[in-house]
């Protein structure tokens, strides 16, 4: 999944290299660092919704990693879940699952308003 949003990643910033904004800081004499940067920091937005989407996915695939490798983990604790029929126990992986991918997400909109001064305006209090 890694080399997958890697390249996602490179192309977002190809894209927003190639946007009118980049264009006009370009017109005006900015270095390319600077214009780099302004395209990192807006090509990283996407990237952070994705990774948010993605956690539920993450954590579920883990059962075949851990059935594989003998790992054991949640996901092998919600195989034997099923297969002993324990709903107690399945009820209680699933709240710690969503659990995770809840207080995951919460920090990912807390890393949205560091890298997106966009919001940052909203919670002042500012006319939109």
């Given at each position: 999944?890694?080399?997958g949003?890697?390249i996602?990643?490179?192309n977002?910033?190809i894209?927003e290299l190639?946007?009118?904004?980049a264009?006009?800081?370009?017109?005006?004499g900015?270095?390319?660092?600077?214009i780099?940067q302004y395209?990192?920091?807006?090509?990283?937005l996407p990237?952070?919704t994705g990774?948010?989407?993605?956690?539920?996915v993450?954590v579920?695939?883990?059962l075949a990693t851990?059935i594989?490798?003998?790992?054991?983990?949640?996901?092998?604790l919600?195989?034997?879940?099923?297969?002993n029929?324990?709903?107690f126990?399945l009820?209680?992986?699933?709240?710690?699952?969503?659990?995770?991918?809840l207080?995951?997400n919460f920090i990912i909109?807390?890393?949205?308003?560091?890298v997106d001064p966009?919001t940052r305006?909203?919670m002042?209090?500012?006319e939109?």
């Open positions: 999944m890694f080399g949003w890697a996602g990643m490179r977002m910033i894209y190639e946007t009118d904004y264009h006009y800081l370009e017109a005006l900015a270095p390319k660092r600077l780099r395209a990192f920091r807006n090509g990283i990237q952070l990774l948010a989407l993605q956690l539920g993450i579920s695939g883990a851990e594989v490798f003998s790992y054991p983990g949640i996901g092998y919600i195989l034997q879940a099923v297969q029929q324990d709903y126990l009820q209680g992986c699933f709240l710690f699952i969503i659990i995770g991918v207080l995951a909109d807390i890393v949205y308003v560091i966009r305006t909203g002042q209090g500012g939109a």
